[in-house]
């Protein structure tokens, strides 16, 4: 899993029929300060995130796949799972 901020939406106009009503955004990861960071993924959202959003993003094919579409077996390596409140550092 990581920590993502939701940077903007991908529009497809042709996808596999499995994502139909999915939204693919595109995210970049952050650090638990909320730092941008160099990586950056396409994740199919589960939550319904929107731009802006720190949000938790599962990158284990399984996971991805039956949390964005419901059903396991799609094509997906990495799913919106969760929209972030806060993060709390114990220091």
Do not use: F, H
Request: charged share 20%; net charge negative.
């Amino acid at each position: 899993m990581l920590i993502a901020r939701v940077i903007g939406n991908v529009v497809a106009t042709q996808k596999n029929q499995r994502y139909e009503g999915s939204r693919i955004m595109l995210c970049r990861q952050i650090t638990p300060e909320g730092e941008d960071m160099e990586y950056t993924c396409l994740a199919l959202d589960a939550v319904d995130a929107g731009e802006g959003d720190v949000v938790i993003i599962a990158q284990e094919g399984w996971s991805a796949s039956t949390a964005a579409t419901g059903r396991p077996g799609a094509a997906i390596d990495s799913a919106i799972v969760g929209v972030v409140d806060y993060i709390d550092l114990l220091k």
